[in-house]
Every structure is written in structure tokens, then in C-alpha cells.
């Protein structure tokens, strides 16, 4: 814990103590505590400052956190010195205000002060939106008290009766500052305050009501904003400062001080809160916009205007309502075919037809009957439209009577670096993502149903969450009425849902063991790989930029390529499925002319442009430490390796590297030829500027203890290639590390075959296909020698 910076500071941590915490309940009192601490402590500095006289006409009052009472341990002090036009001289103002603030300052307390009139703040609430915003919770600390009242009157009656032009203004300032600070609930580092679903959207809930545009909602929303405030307290006591962002290092602190079993269920509490509060203000800001309309003034009855969408189903103000409350008591699928004509729409549904759908609307029985099956599919399908329809079902609890397991992965955090949302949204992302895919399958609805329940093992205690889910699949998918060939089908997708594209981009997908293995994981079922396939491209695209790069679609498709030639038709012998000839000999590159050039010791590159990333095919003599040199010269170019494929063919060198470059700059073929001649030659100059930046790069500081995340590791997959020893390793990512392994592995005489190369988060997560002089796969003794080898070069021993 950090020791705070003045007596002050720990005066108001003690009073937020560790010890009530985890006691529920606590927060709200602890809260109660710190407000009346932080009033008597002001109203001393009053007293001082004014000799304990009374003052007509001056008042010392609050804003923010303070004003509202829910200041946290280390909140800053935002205060206002209110007077009257004829309540001092100037002078005499500026001497009072000097006594008030400079013993804040001097106590090490942040401080946003002001000195204003009840008339100019009515002007700064007039031209400030936000200033606006904050002077509603204006509330009086010391001195006389009516003049706060009349300043926040004043401001509230100002407010009211600019609403309908100011409305737009506060709509478009939220979505702004959600634009910057990003969705709380789909974060695993959390903004509480500014982020959609934090604390400054309960302001603006407040401001709406006080508008007397809409009702503030109460109930879950009130509990939600108390799990924020208690969080940011908990960050307030284990930083020792008052910062309102939930940081990776502080999660075991933070849970462990509030009772948490760990930093997974802080993270999914703090997330709920989030969804929670971002759903009640988006539906309070259409309810507003509705009320602002409302007013205008119309020619004619003022008869909502019903446009029908089916299904005794209406579109009304922007929102999806039912023509009678009646319609959803005797039919189980109604919410199914709300969530479809809303989804299909793009609109919302109103919230009293969610309420009146979740308490109305029967229980649907088990196995559903087909039709509702078919409604399923429909919602699943209907693109974009899903993710806010999903999510209001989901908020009044009817997601959970159609997916019981639901549950456990509701608001779960993810912490993968490929990752940008929970489980659960992730699991509707993947839908929609798969909802395009649609025509490239043979069974739609088995795609999008795995696409909903692909991930839905990621639970507690899950090892295997693949293994987990399909687990949990077959009873769900049984419920909805599959048949048992179906059920089959969603479990296996569910199991096999990361072998595809992880054998895409681990393993060589020219090697006829790769292809075996991805025909294995179908059963060698043509139209149930292509399912797999689109469910493992939406899948990917779901994640985030960082799991979908154009280097892993090509790898994808590589894969694919081959696993079609294998289903239509035998392998040739002695070839590499999916790899033509002219890919495998050099003459399929080059003509004689290149080809004699190469042999009297001229390389030959070929950049060839594949999306945002580029392939280059270069043809050289081979040699030991070719692979080395190679990666060494294209990261001294400033380009990062994807893949390297390494043929040699009668002592020439095919090799094909993948790589993208972060500068956008386009490889130079000239150049990097240049460069591996005189690599050849020994001359190691190519390679300095790799060596610069090397050498201001740290380095690890040795082999760390066992099960720390320095440390590399190096395992042996078995069976992944019968001509190649296959290794994966993984370890912390710098400048040559490519390089370097190469050159261990040319040092002891170990040959690369063809290397998989991924980045995540900085950490690496490499393939190397590994032959000896003699072109077979490593024997044990090599293996162990191998193993040892990759692990000092990653730990820098």
C-alpha cells in the first residue's frame, strides 16, 4: 500500500479502514462517515477563516463527490465560495478566500475552488454544460445556507427550463466521453468514473431527472453504483491515491479487500455494475428524447404513432412494444419473436415489454418444439441487431430461462491480450460475426448455435474450457430440441472450436500430419469442417484485431486449401498436400537465368503484397545459419516475422516468410537481397542496426523460478509430424529473438524446417519444425539438447 502524502490523507483512510470492507453493507456507512468528516473538517476551516462570526451573505459550499456525499477516501475537494454582490469588498473576498484554500493546500488535498455570485453561477451553468451538470448537486458546507439554496434553485430551474435545447448537447458530451474512455463492463482494467456504465453516468441519471425529463431509475441501478463506489474506495485505500481506474496490479488487492474469492469475481462484479448502469442510462436518455418530443407541439391528435412489425408486435418512439400485454401470457416463444422483430429493426425493446415479457410470458417446456428452435435461429441471424436486443433480455433475466448455464459466464473477464470483451458479449459478437458466414455452410443454424455456446465453458475451475463447454452443449442444445446427430455435431464444434486456426498457425499446414489432424477433428466430415471453418474465422474476428490479422486469415485459408484436396480427392505421394510443384522446386520460382544466379551465390527475393502484410519468396544456397540470418535481416529492416516456410531442394533454398511491417513501409527486394549476400560472405554489417536496438532493450536477467511468467518454456508435441521434430515455445518477445534462436539452433547444427511465428502481449508463441543434418526428425538426445537450447537463448543465459 502506498503511504499517503499528508496527516489529512491518513485521517481519511483510517476512517475507510480495512477492517468493515468486506462486511455488507459497510460501504454506504463508511461512505456516511467520510462525508461527515469531511464537513466537519471544512466547517473548522470555516471558523478559522471567518473568526467564528457569522458572515450575511457568504457561504462555503460543495460540488461532485463532496456535495453528493459519496466522496471516497482520497476524492478530490471541489468547492465554491458563494457571496453576494454587497456581502464584502473585493479585498476582504479574496483575503477570506486565501484562508480557506491555502490550509487545504497545505494539507496535501487536490482542490478545484471557485468564488462566484448566485448570478454568475447561473452564467457558468449557462454556457458550461458540464459546469451545468455539477453545480445540481451544489450543497452548502458552511455559512449562510440560503444562498446556497437559492444558487442551486436557480441553476435547477435554469436547467429545467433549457432542457429541450440542451438535451442534444448532453447526448452528444456522453457519447463523446464513451468514446474516449471506452465501455466499463469490457474492460479488464476499468475506468469507474468517466467510462460508459461509471460513475459520472449517475450524475448525468440524476440531471435527467432533475430536468424533469425522465425518472432516475432506482433499485439495481442504486446497487450497482454502490459496488463502483466501494471499488473506487478499495483502489483509493491500496494505491494510497485518489485515481478512479481499476489497474491490473491492483486487482488481488482490491479483491481480496472486499471479500472477493479473486480477481476474476471483482472484475465480473465490477462488470455487472457496469451493464447495469450503461443499460438504465441509454433507455433514460431515449425516455427523455421521447418526453422532449413529446412537448413538441402537433397538429392533430396526439395518438402514439403504431407502425406494426408483426406478431402483434409495434414500433413506437424508437422502441419495439406489444399491441396487448395479454399477447405474451399463453406464448413461451413471444420473447424469441420480440428479440427477432427488434433485432431485425435495429430497434430496442421498451423496457415495460421487457418487464412485461420476463413476468407474463410461460416458461418454454423441454425439448422445444421446432418452431421455436426456427425463432431461435432467426434471432441469431438477424446480424448487429442482436447485441442491444440480447442485452435487454439478458438484463430482465429471460436469457437465463433459455440458457440456465448462462450464468456462470455472464460479465466474466477474459484476460487473453487477443481479447476485448467478456465471455458473454464475446459469445454474441462471435454470433453476429458467424451471421455473415451464413451462406458459406451447409447447416446455418449449427453455426450460429456454436457460435453462441462456443466459449461457454469458460468457467470456474475449468481446465479445459473447449472440454468444459462441449460438456455443457449437449444438455442445452438437447433441451432446444436437436436431434442427437445435431447434438453430435454443436459438441464436437464446440470441443474442436480452436483446433483449426491453432493448427493453422502452429503448425505447417504443408505438412501431411497438420491435414490429418484438422481432418480428424470433423471426422473427416466435409460440410462439418466448413462449419468449424466460418466458426473459427467469427470466432477470431469476434476477439479483437489482435486474433484476426490478415497473416492469420491467409494461414487459415492455407489450411483449408489443403483439407479440401485431401477430402476430394487422395494425396499425392511423396507430396505435401495443398503445395504445388512449382511451390517446392526452385525453377518453380525462377527461370534457368535466376536459377544459375542463385547457384553462383545471388540471392533472389519476390515481395509479394497479401493485404496488409506482405509474402516474400526467397531463393538462396543453403547453408547453416541461412534461417538465422534471414530473421536477423528482416528484423534489422524493421519487419516483424508471421511464418517461415524453409524448403531445400538439390542445396537450393525455397523459403517463403510472412511478414508485416508496423511502419507500413513495403519490404525492399534489392535491399534485402544486398543484405543476405554479404551475410554470406560474413559480413555482419547488415545486421547492425538490430544490433542497436538490442542493445537498448533489456534483456531477462536469468532463468526465473518455476511457474513465474519469465520464464520460457519449450515443449515437444508429439506426433504433430512424421518427418520433423516439432517445438513450441514461448517466452518474452525482443528485438532478434527470432535471430538469435536461429543461430543456437545453426550452432548446433540443428536444422529449421519451417517456424509459426505469433506475438501476444509481448510474449511469444512460436512453432519450429526441427531436422537434423540428416533431414529426419531428432533423436531423443537431440530433443533434450534442443529443448535446453531454445530455453537459454530466450532467458538470456
Given at each position: 500500500m502506498t503511504t499517503p502524502s499528508s496527516e489529512l490523507s491518513s485521517r481519511r483512510l483510517d476512517l475507510a479502514g480495512t477492517r468493515d470492507f468486506a462486511v455488507a453493507g459497510a460501504g454506504p456507512a463508511r461512505r456516511a462517515a467520510l462525508a461527515a468528516f469531511n464537513r466537519r473538517w471544512l466547517a473548522g476551516i470555516w471558523a478559522s477563516a471567518t473568526g467564528g462570526s457569522r458572515i450575511e451573505g457568504i457561504a462555503l459550499a460543495a460540488v461532485g463527490s463532496i456535495g453528493r456525499g459519496d466522496?471516497?477516501?482520497?476524492?478530490?475537494?471541489?468547492?465554491?465560495l458563494l457571496h453576494s454582490e454587497r456581502s464584502l469588498?473585493?479585498?476582504?473576498?479574496?483575503?477570506?478566500?486565501?484562508?480557506?484554500?491555502?490550509?487545504?493546500?497545505d494539507a496535501g488535498v487536490r482542490l478545484d475552488h471557485s468564488v462566484r455570485t448566485v448570478t454568475q453561477c447561473r452564467q457558468v451553468a449557462a454556457s458550461d454544460l458540464t459546469a451545468a451538470v455539477g453545480l445540481l448537486d451544489l450543497a452548502p458546507?458552511?455559512?449562510?445556507?440560503?444562498?446556497?439554496?437559492?444558487?442551486?434553485?436557480?441553476?435547477?430551474?435554469d436547467w429545467r427550463g433549457n432542457a429541450r435545447k440542451r438535451l442534444p448537447l448532453l447526448v452528444e458530451a456522453v457519447a463523446s466521453r464513451h468514446q474516449r474512455q471506452g465501455d466499463l463492463a469490457q474492460s479488464i482494467e476499468p475506468e469507474l468514473k468517466e467510462a460508459h456504465g461509471g460513475l459520472r453516468d449517475m450524475t448525468v441519471l440524476s440531471a435527467l431527472a432533475e430536468a424533469w425529463l425522465a425518472d432516475r431509475p432506482h433499485g439495481g441501478v442504486d446497487?450497482?453504483?454502490?459496488?463502483?463506489?466501494?471499488?473506487?474506495?478499495a483502489v483509493h485505500v491500496v494505491t494510497g491515491r485518489g485515481r478512479d481506474r481499476l489497474g491490473r496490479e491492483d486487482h488481488d488487492a482490491v479483491a481480496a479487500l472486499l471479500g472477493?474469492?479473486?480477481?476474476?469475481?471483482?472484475?465480473?462484479?465490477?462488470?455487472?455494475?457496469?451493464?447495469?448502469?450503461?443499460?438504465?442510462?441509454?433507455?433514460?436518455?431515449?425516455?427523455a428524447g421521447q418526453s422532449q418530443r413529446a412537448r413538441t407541439l402537433r397538429v392533430g391528435p396526439r395518438r402514439p404513432q403504431m407502425t406494426p412489425l408483426g406478431h402483434g408486435l409495434f414500433s413506437s418512439d424508437g422502441e419495439v412494444v406489444l399491441g396487448s400485454a395479454r399477447l405474451a401470457e399463453a406464448d413461451a416463444g413471444m420473447p424469441l419473436r420480440a428479440g427477432v422483430v427488434a433485432a431485425r429493426a435495429g430497434l430496442p425493446i421498451a423496457p415495460a415489454t421487457l418487464d412485461n415479457l420476463a413476468s407474463s410470458s410461460p416458461l418454454p417446456e423441454a425439448p422445444w418444439p421446432p418452431w421455436m428452435r426456427d425463432l431461435l435461429g432467426d434471432l441469431l441471424a438477424a446480424g448487429p441487431g442482436l447485441v442491444g436486443v440480447w442485452e435487454g433480455l439478458d438484463q430482465v433475466g429471460i436469457i437465463d430461462r433459455w440458457i440456465p448455464e448462462w450464468a456462470s459466464v455472464r460479465s466474466r473477464p477474459q484476460r487473453s491480450a487477443v481479447h476485448r470483451h467478456t465471455v458473454d458479449r464475446h459469445l454474441i459478437e462471435t454470433v453476429v460475426r458467424a451471421a455473415g458466414l451464413v451462406r458459406r455452410v451447409s447447416r446455418p443454424d449449427l453455426l450460429l448455435v456454436a457460435a453462441l455456446l462456443h466459449d461457454i465453458g469458460k468457467i470456474r475451475g475449468a481446465h479445459d474450457h473447449s472440454v468444459t463447454g462441449a460438456e455443457l452443449t449437449r444438455p442445452i442444445v438437447t433441451r432446444w430440441g436437436f436431434s442427437p446427430e445435431d447434438v453430435d455435431t454443436l459438441v464436437l464444434l464446440v470441443r474442436e472450436h480452436l483446433t483449426l486456426i491453432e493448427l493453422a498457425t502452429r503448425r505447417d499446414h504443408q505438412d501431411p500430419a497438420t491435414v490429418d489432424a484438422a481432418i480428424a477433428a470433423v471426422d473427416g466430415d466435409g460440410d462439418v469442417f466448413e462449419i468449424l471453418l466460418a466458426l473459427s474465422e467469427a470466432d477470431a474476428s469476434a476477439a479483437g484485431?489482435?486474433?484476426?490479422?490478415?497473416?492469420?486469415?491467409t494461414l487459415l485459408a492455407q489450411l483449408a486449401a489443403a483439407v479440401r484436396e485431401r477430402l476430394a480427392g487422395p494425396a499425392r505421394v511423396g507430396v505435401p498436400v495443398g503445395v504445388a510443384d512449382s511451390a517446392i522446386v526452385p525453377w518453380g520460382v525462377l527461370d534457368a537465368g535466376g536459377l544459375a544466379s542463385v547457384r553462383a551465390g545471388e540471392p533472389h527475393v519476390r515481395v509479394i503484397a497479401t493485404g496488409g502484410s506482405h509474402r516474400l519468396d526467397i531463393t538462396d544456397l543453403d547453408r547453416v545459419g541461412l534461417f538465422a540470418d534471414t530473421a536477423g535481416?528482416?528484423?534489422?529492416?524493421?519487419?516483424?516475422v508471421r511464418t517461415a516456410i524453409l524448403r531445400t531442394v538439390d542445396g537450393i533454398a525455397v523459403n517463403e516468410w510472412h511478414v508485416e511491417s508496423p511502419s507500413g513501409a513495403v519490404p525492399d527486394a534489392a535491399r534485402i537481397e544486398r543484405g543476405l549476400a554479404r551475410l554470406a560472405q560474413g559480413d555482419r554489417g547488415p545486421l547492425t542496426t538490430l544490433d542497436r536496438r538490442r542493445a537498448h532493450h533489456p534483456r531477462p536477467s536469468g532463468r526465473s523460478s518455476i511457474g513465474t511468467p519469465g520464464q520460457a518454456r519449450a515443449l515437444i508435441v508429439p506426433g504433430a509430424s512424421s518427418d520433423a521434430t516439432v517445438l513450441e515455445v514461448r517466452a518474452q518477445d525482443r528485438p532478434g529473438l527470432l535471430h538469435e534462436i536461429g543461430a543456437?539452433?545453426?550452432?548446433?547444427?540443428?536444422?529449421?524446417?519451417?517456424?509459426?511465428?505469433?506475438?501476444?502481449?509481448?510474449?511469444?508463441?512460436?512453432?519450429?519444425?526441427l531436422t537434423g543434418a540428416d533431414g529426419l526428425p531428432l533423436p531423443p538426445a537431440r530433443v533434450a539438447q534442443a529443448v535446453s537450447l531454445i530455453i537459454d537463448t530466450c532467458d538470456g543465459i
Amino acid at each position: 500500500m502506498t503511504t499517503p502524502s499528508s496527516e489529512l490523507s491518513s485521517r481519511r483512510l483510517d476512517l475507510a479502514g480495512t477492517r468493515d470492507f468486506a462486511v455488507a453493507g459497510a460501504g454506504p456507512a463508511r461512505r456516511a462517515a467520510l462525508a461527515a468528516f469531511n464537513r466537519r473538517w471544512l466547517a473548522g476551516i470555516w471558523a478559522s477563516a471567518t473568526g467564528g462570526s457569522r458572515i450575511e451573505g457568504i457561504a462555503l459550499a460543495a460540488v461532485g463527490s463532496i456535495g453528493r456525499g459519496d466522496a471516497g477516501p482520497l476524492s478530490d475537494y471541489d468547492l465554491v465560495l458563494l457571496h453576494s454582490e454587497r456581502s464584502l469588498p473585493a479585498k476582504e473576498l479574496t483575503a477570506l478566500a486565501d484562508r480557506i484554500w491555502y490550509p487545504i493546500w497545505d494539507a496535501g488535498v487536490r482542490l478545484d475552488h471557485s468564488v462566484r455570485t448566485v448570478t454568475q453561477c447561473r452564467q457558468v451553468a449557462a454556457s458550461d454544460l458540464t459546469a451545468a451538470v455539477g453545480l445540481l448537486d451544489l450543497a452548502p458546507l458552511a455559512g449562510d445556507e440560503q444562498l446556497v439554496v437559492a444558487a442551486r434553485s436557480t441553476v435547477a430551474h435554469d436547467w429545467r427550463g433549457n432542457a429541450r435545447k440542451r438535451l442534444p448537447l448532453l447526448v452528444e458530451a456522453v457519447a463523446s466521453r464513451h468514446q474516449r474512455q471506452g465501455d466499463l463492463a469490457q474492460s479488464i482494467e476499468p475506468e469507474l468514473k468517466e467510462a460508459h456504465g461509471g460513475l459520472r453516468d449517475m450524475t448525468v441519471l440524476s440531471a435527467l431527472a432533475e430536468a424533469w425529463l425522465a425518472d432516475r431509475p432506482h433499485g439495481g441501478v442504486d446497487a450497482a453504483q454502490a459496488t463502483l463506489l466501494d471499488v473506487r474506495d478499495a483502489v483509493h485505500v491500496v494505491t494510497g491515491r485518489g485515481r478512479d481506474r481499476l489497474g491490473r496490479e491492483d486487482h488481488d488487492a482490491v479483491a481480496a479487500l472486499l471479500g472477493h474469492q479473486d480477481s476474476d469475481d471483482l472484475l465480473t462484479a465490477v462488470s455487472h455494475a457496469g451493464r447495469v448502469i450503461a443499460y438504465a442510462l441509454d433507455g433514460t436518455l431515449r425516455r427523455a428524447g421521447q418526453s422532449q418530443r413529446a412537448r413538441t407541439l402537433r397538429v392533430g391528435p396526439r395518438r402514439p404513432q403504431m407502425t406494426p412489425l408483426g406478431h402483434g408486435l409495434f414500433s413506437s418512439d424508437g422502441e419495439v412494444v406489444l399491441g396487448s400485454a395479454r399477447l405474451a401470457e399463453a406464448d413461451a416463444g413471444m420473447p424469441l419473436r420480440a428479440g427477432v422483430v427488434a433485432a431485425r429493426a435495429g430497434l430496442p425493446i421498451a423496457p415495460a415489454t421487457l418487464d412485461n415479457l420476463a413476468s407474463s410470458s410461460p416458461l418454454p417446456e423441454a425439448p422445444w418444439p421446432p418452431w421455436m428452435r426456427d425463432l431461435l435461429g432467426d434471432l441469431l441471424a438477424a446480424g448487429p441487431g442482436l447485441v442491444g436486443v440480447w442485452e435487454g433480455l439478458d438484463q430482465v433475466g429471460i436469457i437465463d430461462r433459455w440458457i440456465p448455464e448462462w450464468a456462470s459466464v455472464r460479465s466474466r473477464p477474459q484476460r487473453s491480450a487477443v481479447h476485448r470483451h467478456t465471455v458473454d458479449r464475446h459469445l454474441i459478437e462471435t454470433v453476429v460475426r458467424a451471421a455473415g458466414l451464413v451462406r458459406r455452410v451447409s447447416r446455418p443454424d449449427l453455426l450460429l448455435v456454436a457460435a453462441l455456446l462456443h466459449d461457454i465453458g469458460k468457467i470456474r475451475g475449468a481446465h479445459d474450457h473447449s472440454v468444459t463447454g462441449a460438456e455443457l452443449t449437449r444438455p442445452i442444445v438437447t433441451r432446444w430440441g436437436f436431434s442427437p446427430e445435431d447434438v453430435d455435431t454443436l459438441v464436437l464444434l464446440v470441443r474442436e472450436h480452436l483446433t483449426l486456426i491453432e493448427l493453422a498457425t502452429r503448425r505447417d499446414h504443408q505438412d501431411p500430419a497438420t491435414v490429418d489432424a484438422a481432418i480428424a477433428a470433423v471426422d473427416g466430415d466435409g460440410d462439418v469442417f466448413e462449419i468449424l471453418l466460418a466458426l473459427s474465422e467469427a470466432d477470431a474476428s469476434a476477439a479483437g484485431p489482435a486474433a484476426w490479422t490478415d497473416w492469420r486469415a491467409t494461414l487459415l485459408a492455407q489450411l483449408a486449401a489443403a483439407v479440401r484436396e485431401r477430402l476430394a480427392g487422395p494425396a499425392r505421394v511423396g507430396v505435401p498436400v495443398g503445395v504445388a510443384d512449382s511451390a517446392i522446386v526452385p525453377w518453380g520460382v525462377l527461370d534457368a537465368g535466376g536459377l544459375a544466379s542463385v547457384r553462383a551465390g545471388e540471392p533472389h527475393v519476390r515481395v509479394i503484397a497479401t493485404g496488409g502484410s506482405h509474402r516474400l519468396d526467397i531463393t538462396d544456397l543453403d547453408r547453416v545459419g541461412l534461417f538465422a540470418d534471414t530473421a536477423g535481416l528482416l528484423a534489422a529492416e524493421g519487419h516483424t516475422v508471421r511464418t517461415a516456410i524453409l524448403r531445400t531442394v538439390d542445396g537450393i533454398a525455397v523459403n517463403e516468410w510472412h511478414v508485416e511491417s508496423p511502419s507500413g513501409a513495403v519490404p525492399d527486394a534489392a535491399r534485402i537481397e544486398r543484405g543476405l549476400a554479404r551475410l554470406a560472405q560474413g559480413d555482419r554489417g547488415p545486421l547492425t542496426t538490430l544490433d542497436r536496438r538490442r542493445a537498448h532493450h533489456p534483456r531477462p536477467s536469468g532463468r526465473s523460478s518455476i511457474g513465474t511468467p519469465g520464464q520460457a518454456r519449450a515443449l515437444i508435441v508429439p506426433g504433430a509430424s512424421s518427418d520433423a521434430t516439432v517445438l513450441e515455445v514461448r517466452a518474452q518477445d525482443r528485438p532478434g529473438l527470432l535471430h538469435e534462436i536461429g543461430a543456437a539452433f545453426a550452432l548446433a547444427g540443428i536444422s529449421v524446417r519451417s517456424a509459426h511465428i505469433a506475438t501476444y502481449a509481448g510474449q511469444t508463441l512460436d512453432t519450429f519444425y526441427l531436422t537434423g543434418a540428416d533431414g529426419l526428425p531428432l533423436p531423443p538426445a537431440r530433443v533434450a539438447q534442443a529443448v535446453s537450447l531454445i530455453i537459454d537463448t530466450c532467458d538470456g543465459i
